[in-house]
């Protein structure tokens, strides 16, 4: 009788067990979208696995047991599953040419030739990157990790969308407003009177740059503790994984031209203050932003290119995320990602990805703003700043420039 009641227990725990790895997985995973219908879908393979304590591959069974679980209860919702109308051809009301102009947006369309090489262009953006993170010759800080070794805080700009399967890393001055926007959509986090938003351009942007709007994996940490790491490699390896980047200094010249060229009291207070009493030796600062603009006291541009060359700025705390390498925000030689978009092709790569995720029946991306910085104007803003603080810059920026394929700024590099 004992033997009995202990094998009948054990059979109970077992099965408690088993259930609740089931659902720690299925909401995580988000199991109607486990795997994507786009070009980038994986193979159906068994899910990596965790080694335990023992060196054991603990959870292998597990996986293979949900890989089966996931894949037939998505072929069901799939055969269930019916279309969604598509968009008419514009969603947006039709606005006149003075209104257009005050706001700053491109609402013109695009040829549809300019499509044509898109495939052609990221597959050759991939290889870019797959081969320089390859290439030992190649050195940069932190291109030799491995993504275990990624501390959490470092992972916060990565955005998941589990109804989709999207994995998005953000750089801040490359669309991320407009691209958070999208994300928010397609993974109804945020709702207006009950009901998710619909379209990107209605999200208030106080909204858009709050953290608690988005599932990140920094995030994960607090939600799945030692299972972490585990699930981030599920979604990595699963999902479509997709970053936009910019010219290394015209990313620059546009965090300056926002930060400290515009009243804001954040900044001011964090960068301005320090940045004037080190490199333009004034004492006596005004602690506002306003009564410093009204008094004519203003961090130049080359005030900014000294705090960055300053080896006492990094000892004090990391780059800000408006003007951090690219690299160190997303991770480009750990994490593989799918599609390398570029804001010099904004409209053309943000409608061929939109198509590849097969969302583009449900949104459309935001318009580009049409007075966004300009890489003609490197040299005006360059002008004053000396070649050698140029080349030393560059050095520090040389990784962005290499590894997305950015050609290096000869002209700002020569006496």
Known sequence: MTKARLFRLSVVVGSVFMILLIIVYWDNVGTAHFYLHTSFSRPHGVLPTVVGDDGQSSLSDVDEFLEKL????????????????????????????????????????????????????????????????????????????????????????LIVDDRHG???CYVPKVACTNWKRVMIVLSESLMDQGIPYGDPLDIPREHVHNSSTHFTFNKFWRRYGKFSRHLMKIKLKKYTKFLFVRDPFVRLISAFRSKFELENDEFYRRFAI???????????????????????????????????LDPRTEKLAPFN????????????????????GKLETLDEDAAHLL????????????????????????????????????????KLYEADFVLFGYPKPEHLLKN
């Open 166 to 168: 999207i994995i998005y």
């Open 70 to 157: 996931l894949t037939s209860e998505l072929r069901y919702r799939v055969d269930q599953k019916t279309e969604q109308p598509p968009l008419p051809a514009s969603s947006r009301p039709i606005i006149s040419n003075l209104e257009e102009n005050v706001r700053g947006y491109d609402w013109s369309t695009r040829d549809a030739r300019t499509m044509l090489d898109q495939e052609k262009t990221q597959a050759e953006r991939r290889k870019t990157l797959r081969e320089l993170c390859a290439n030992s010759s190649f050195a940069f800080p932190t291109k030799d990790r491995s993504f275990e070794d990624i501390p959490n805080y470092e992972l916060n700009h």
């Open 321 to 340: 995320e408006h003007w951090r390498q690219v690299y160190r925000l997303c991770h480009p030689c750990q994490i593989e990602y799918d599609f390398i």
């Open 355 to 394: 198509q590849l995720l097969k969302v583009d029946d449900l949104l459309r991306f935001p318009p580009s703003y049409r007075n966004r910085t300009a890489s003609s104007w490197e040299e005006d803003w360059f002008a004053k700043i000396p070649v050698a603080w140029r080349q030393q810059l560059y």
């Open 274 to 308: 320090p940045m004037l009493k080190l490199y333009s030796n004034h004492t006596s600062i005004p602690t506002s932003v306003s009564e410093a603009f009204e008094a004519g006291l203003r961090v130049s541009f080359s005030d900014f290119i000294q705090y960055l």
